[in-house]
Nanobody, 120 residues
Framework: QVQLVESGGGLVQAGGSLRLSCAAS????????MGWYRQAPGKQRELVAS???????NYADSLKGRLTISRDNAKNTVFLQMNSLKPEDTAVYYC??????????????WGQGTQVTVSS
């Protein structure tokens, strides 16, 4: 069993910052890509940012400059630093990881989501 546990969401005023964390645990041999997606009410889930085990980063074009994704491979944890938040950033943020289990089976796992609300 593999589990992703997110933390760090909450309510913040426009212009503020939040730092999200996501820790993976369970039967994990290795983790390739870890990332964050978000889903606002009435909208499709979209990629926010991702990072490979080697440190290669990918950001949504609309969010570049305001986000920094990082990870601690030793702790199987990924972080998302969000700055200059806007009301349109309000969404549920989901952690995602591409994991290889000890059995050799590759899986894609999602966290339960953490709510980020930005007030104007």
């Amino acid at each position: 069993q593999v589990q992703l546990v997110e933390s760090g969401g909450g309510l913040v005023q426009a212009g503020g910052s939040l730092r999200l964390s996501c820790a993976a645990s369970g039967s994990i041999f290795g983790i390739n890509t870890m990332g964050w997606y978000r889903q606002a009410p009435g909208k499709q889930r979209e990629l926010v940012a991702s990072i490979t085990s080697g440190g290669s980063r990918n950001y949504a074009d609309s969010l570049k400059g305001r986000l920094t994704i990082s990870r601690d491979n030793a702790k199987n944890t990924v972080f998302l630093q969000m700055n200059s938040l806007k009301p349109e950033d309000t969404a549920v943020y989901y952690c995602n990881a591409r994991i290889t289990r000890f059995t050799g089976t590759p899986i894609v796992t999602w966290g339960q989501g953490t709510q980020v609300t930005v007030s104007s």
